[in-house]
């Protein structure tokens, strides 16, 4: 049933950021290391383990490592929410990362602030095949599922109205950002900045190190602002978990 040359690694931090796709595996099995279930299985034609990290950079480092490792995952996706940090990106966007940074680096004055130490990066760039392949999914969710798979009253609810779709920076750290002073510091750090949330760039050093190719893709679910929490719990259950569903499914269909 694996047709197509591909190992792909999906991670997600929360269960409602994935909700869906394990049942829809097929054969799948499940290995249960480091206190994480990897479900290994065929996701619509796809040679697929997914699995679910827990919040952070470390979290989301060692679950990729060991997709890496222990399952030889040639390809690798994480797909989850983030907050905005930009007026243009409004809850209910998609953001696919061309670069991510760590917001949260400093070991100066050993090295300049967010350089990863010893790699001379600051920003890891994501895989553009991948990138192209993500924006035709995205686009093609947006334009043909949205309306049938969100209810109107979510809908609503969300202020969905014509969601768009963005590439750029987005930042992580081992931070939710519920403040709009805070925000504005990344915004003067990063003022190309996106996105934040907690783990894209730490998945994305693994994969540099690893030369894995892989992507962030994220909804916005909150402004990064004093509401944040409230949205985000509320946006999770009742939308995100739709977004990633429909979006792995139309990824699917365009893989080589
Ligand atoms: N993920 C979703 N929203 C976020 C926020 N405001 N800060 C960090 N990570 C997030």
Same mark, same amino acid.
């Given at each position: 049933?694996?047709?197509?040359?591909?190992?792909?690694?999906?991670?997600?931090?929360?269960?409602?950021?994935?909700? +869906?796709?394990?049942?829809?595996?097929?054969?799948?099995?499940?290995?249960?290391?480091?206190?994480?279930?990897? %479900?290994?299985?065929?996701?619509?034609?796809?040679?697929?383990?997914?699995?679910?990290?827990?919040?952070?950079?470390?979290?989301?480092?060692?679950?990729?490592?060991?997709?890496?490792?222990?399952?030889?995952?040639?390809?690798?996706?994480?797909?989850?929410?983030?907050?905005?940090?930009?007026?243009?990106?409004? %809850?209910?966007?998609?953001?696919?990362?061309?670069?991510? %940074?760590?917001?949260?680096?400093?070991?100066?004055?050993?090295?300049?602030?967010?350089?990863?130490?010893?790699?001379?990066?600051?920003?890891?760039?994501?895989?553009?095949?991948?990138?192209?392949?993500?924006?035709?999914?995205?686009?093609?969710?947006?334009?043909?599922?949205?309306?049938? @798979?969100?209810?109107?009253?979510?809908?609503?609810?969300?202020?969905?109205?014509?969601?768009?779709?963005?590439?750029?920076?987005?930042?992580? +750290?081992?931070?939710?950002?519920?403040?709009?002073?805070?925000?504005?510091?990344?915004?003067?750090?990063?003022?190309?900045?996106?996105?934040?949330?907690?783990?894209?760039?730490?998945?994305?050093?693994?994969?540099? @190190?690893?030369?894995?190719?892989?992507?962030?893709?994220?909804?916005?679910?909150?402004?990064?602002?004093?509401?944040?929490?409230?949205?985000?719990?509320?946006?999770?259950?009742?939308?995100?978990?739709?977004?990633?569903?429909?979006?792995?499914?139309?990824?699917?269909?365009?893989?080589?």
């Amino acid at each position: 049933m694996d047709r197509k040359p591909y190992r792909l690694g999906i991670i997600s931090a929360l269960q409602e950021e994935q909700a +869906g796709l394990i049942t829809q595996m097929r054969d799948g099995k499940i290995f249960t290391r480091g206190k994480r279930d990897y %479900v290994h299985g065929n996701l619509w034609g796809i040679d697929c383990i997914c699995v679910l990290s827990r919040l952070g950079k470390v979290a989301s480092a060692a679950t990729a490592a060991m997709l890496i490792e222990r399952f030889d995952v040639s390809h690798l996706l994480f797909t989850g929410v983030a907050g905005s940090a930009d007026p243009e990106v409004r %809850v209910g966007d998609i953001v696919i990362a061309s670069e991510l %940074v760590q917001h949260d680096m400093d070991t100066r004055p050993l090295f300049p602030r967010f350089e990863i130490p010893l790699t001379g990066l600051s920003r890891f760039p994501s895989d553009a095949q991948i990138n192209r392949y993500l924006l035709e999914a995205a686009t093609n969710f947006l334009d043909q599922d949205l309306l049938t @798979e969100i209810s109107e009253e979510n809908r609503a609810n969300f202020n969905l109205h014509q969601p768009r779709l963005h590439q750029g920076l987005i930042a992580s +750290g081992d931070e939710f950002i519920a403040s709009a002073s805070r925000l504005q510091e990344l915004k003067r750090d990063f003022p190309d900045l996106l996105a934040v949330e907690m783990e894209g760039a730490a998945v994305a050093q693994v994969c540099h @190190e690893f030369g894995i190719p892989f992507s962030v893709i994220r909804t916005i679910s909150d402004n990064a602002n004093e509401d944040s929490a409230v949205d985000f719990l509320s946006f999770i259950r009742h939308v995100a978990s739709v977004y990633a569903f429909h979006t792995i499914r139309r990824l699917s269909a365009l893989l080589p």
